[in-house]
């Protein structure tokens, strides 16, 4: 059964730090894109980051570039999502999803399994 599980969410005070972890199962992460997204309520669904299944090129999106830093243990089977200098506005449900390939895409819908997502609130 192919599954993604999210850990590592919390509360964290504005310029903390999290990390957060997306392990596969039921399929090999080596040769899939993997992408975290994040929903806060009352908003769309929106492209954090991402990792090439080839050479792991990355992307970022403009709100988290210079703090996120995402990567890949393909020998876990898991992504990683670093967050540091969180912000109030970084507060929502986060979701990593795999596409096949190597391609890298900032788009929900090109995403084909996705994890159950976890909560990440930054609160004084």
């Known amino acids: 059964q192919v599954q993604l599980v999210e850990s590592g969410g919390g509360l964290v005070q504005p310029g903390g730090s999290l990390r957060l972890s997306c392990a596969a199962s039921g399929f090999t992460l080596d040769y899939y894109t993997i992408g975290w997204f994040r929903q806060a309520p009352g908003k769309e669904r929106e492209g954090v980051s991402c990792?090439?299944?080839?050479?792991?090129?990355?992307y970022y999106a403009d709100s988290v570039k210079g703090r996120f830093t995402i990567s890949r243990d393909n020998a876990k089977n898991t992504v990683y999502l670093r967050m540091n200098l969180l912000k109030p506005e970084d507060t929502a449900v986060y979701f990593c999803?795999?596409?096949?390939?190597?391609?890298?895409?900032?788009?929900?819908?090109?995403?084909?399994?996705w994890g159950q997502g976890t909560q990440v609130t930054v609160s004084s």
């Open positions: 990792i090439s299944s080839s050479d792991g090129s990355t």
């Open positions: 999803a795999a596409k096949y390939g190597s391609s890298w895409s900032r788009f929900s819908s090109d995403y084909t399994y």
